[in-house]
């Protein structure tokens, strides 16, 4: 496919040789456009991963206390919001609007025009981050629209010893209109979980989002994992063992149509 098709994957510069593949933070840009602002950018923006199986854009966005995003347009997309640590302040043009915190989720289909601001009007920093997705053809008819899923509807599912929240998909909290499955993973201070490996015609990627620990494949010795690394992997991966280090480790797992 042509890389104008926007759920062509284009990838450049990384090694895929295989069925694993962990890549530290830096090997993605990290962004400070103006004073208030700083992004990492594991998925679009300079990143060697362009764009995933028509997701656009996956990265970390810090905003300072007081400062944000005034309002601005979007057309022809789904966008969600996983707030890390802080609060956001979200209000649309559809009359939408809300504050979502640590662990929670927004979601807005933008549908052919959309405006939109997003806030943090706390004395905190606010960490985020940020997914656009293509809207899928199915649905580019649908009015914009606005959702909110607060923590306590999420019921979490024991992995080890972590807890996982399915976000997108079919049990997914969100009414989202993606050919994605995305679930967040908490693991406490020095526990243990298993990496939930795609399913046949996915491919995982996985963005740390909080916290550091380990990653052990059972081939080579445990090395480290860091905030804001990135995993990716096939079905056909060995299952890697993930442990927390001193301090809870948050990561995202998105299971997209196949791009390795």
Do not use: C
């Amino acid at each position: 496919m042509r890389h104008t098709d926007p759920f062509a994957s284009v990838i450049n510069g990384l090694p895929l040789q295989g069925d694993l593949h962990h890549f530290s933070a830096d090997a993605f840009p990290t962004m400070h456009p103006v004073h208030w602002l700083t992004s990492h950018f594991a998925v679009g923006g300079w990143s060697p991963l362009q764009r995933l199986s028509g997701m656009l854009t996956a990265h970390m966005t810090q905003i300072a206390p007081r400062n944000g995003f005034t309002w601005h347009p979007h057309r022809g997309l789904e966008i969600f919001t996983y707030v890390i640590a802080g609060e956001l302040y979200h209000e649309d043009s559809t009359g939408g609007r809300g504050v979502i915190t640590a662990g929670e989720v927004q979601r807005m289909f933008s549908g052919s025009f959309i405006q939109h601001q997003e806030l943090n009007r706390s004395d905190q920093p606010t960490r985020v981050i940020q997914i656009w997705f293509v809207a899928d053809p199915r649905y580019q008819g649908l009015e914009p629209h606005y959702e909110q899923v607060k923590l306590g509807h999420m019921p979490p599912r024991a992995v080890g010893d972590g807890l996982a929240r399915d976000i997108i998909g079919p049990n997914g909290a969100t009414d989202a209109h993606v050919a994605a499955r995305l679930t967040s993973t908490h693991v406490p201070a020095g526990g243990q979980t298993t990496l939930e490996l795609p399913q046949a015609g996915e491919d995982l990627f996985l963005y740390v989002v909080d916290g550091n620990g380990r990653i052990a494949d059972g081939h080579t010795a445990a090395h480290p994992l860091d905030l804001y690394d990135v995993i990716l992997a096939t079905p056909r991966a060995a299952a890697p063992t993930l442990t927390a280090g001193e301090r809870p480790l948050t990561f995202l797992s998105f299971y997209l149509p196949s791009f390795i």
